[in-house]
């Protein structure tokens, strides 16, 4: 894993989105692997700006969502679809029906994780993955103890991450109990992987992946075995000054 150490959220998001942006123009058929939260929001307004300014298209990317609530519905304002319009994706040339994520839907969740495995392969995979972390390790809504090879299934998310994700709703009692997420062998198989950590809250995430042993306990851990892995991390993350380390 290599390690770029930025001093705060914007550095952050401004390196991630050269690193994305570089991905696209050398590969304009790119398939990205996209994530929801609060840390790749200032990448995608970077997306977004770069996208006004410099004209990157994104006429032939496709992309891949990780995971999604189960039982909000695609215009409900927790939703990751809608998270991912407001944005990204109205505000560039993608083509929406390029844009894949996984469906909320309540009926017959078990056949749709295995739908968006056989999307996810038949497409051919992630070209570039970029992943946020819960801070007891989760990647997606891989919780601890989610098997290593795990593929596209439906999670019942632990009490932390609901009230980590309580801040996004109206009350902790209307974040959903469940979600469809991609597993950690579904993460592993994409070619490279951009993990970007901000904020003291994630500074023991960020240690336990760097110092902690590699066990289904720390889902990130896995990515220690991968063999192309940025992590972006900002100063309140590491605590330590600005600069980059090979790990
Ligand atoms: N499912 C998402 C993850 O994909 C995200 O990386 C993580 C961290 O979120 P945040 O970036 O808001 O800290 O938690 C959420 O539950």
Redesign the pocket.
């Known amino acids: 894993m290599r390690i770029l150490n930025v001093a705060n959220y914007d550095e952050m998001s401004q390196k991630a989105a050269e690193l994305v942006i570089e991905r696209i123009r050398r590969n304009p058929h790119i398939s990205l692997g996209l994530?929801?939260?609060?840390?790749?929001v200032g990448l995608y307004a970077q997306l977004v700006r770069d996208h006004q300014l410099n004209h990157t298209t994104y006429q032939h990317v496709t992309t891949f969502n990780?995971?999604e609530y189960l039982g909000l519905s695609s215009d409900d304002p927790n939703s990751y679809r809608y998270f991912m319009d407001k944005h990204l994706f109205d505000h560039i040339d993608i083509q929406k029906t390029n844009t894949y994520i996984p469906s909320g839907d309540f009926k017959n969740p078990e056949q749709q994780s295995k739908d968006y495995e056989d999307l996810l392969r038949s497409k051919g995979g992630v070209d570039l993955q970029i992943?946020?972390?819960?801070s007891n390790g989760?990647?997606?809504?891989n919780e601890p103890g989610t098997p290593f090879q795990s593929e596209t299934h439906i999670v019942e998310l632990t009490p932390s991450?609901r009230e980590?994700?309580a801040r996004f709703f109206n009350s902790l009692h209307e974040v959903p109990t469940h979600a469809i997420t991609m597993g950690i062998g579904s993460i592993m198989r994409s070619k490279e992987i951009l993990l970007l950590i901000s904020g003291d809250q994630?500074r023991d995430a960020l240690m336990q992946l760097l110092r902690g042993e590699i066990t289904e306990n720390f889902p990130a851990s896995m990515l220690k075995t991968h063999p192309n892995v940025t992590i972006i991390a900002d100063e309140a993350a590491t605590g330590s000054h600005p600069h980059s380390t090979k790990l």
């Open positions: 994530a929801t939260g609060g840390t790749p990780l995971d992943l946020g972390i819960g989760h990647i997606g809504f991450t980590a994700n994630k």
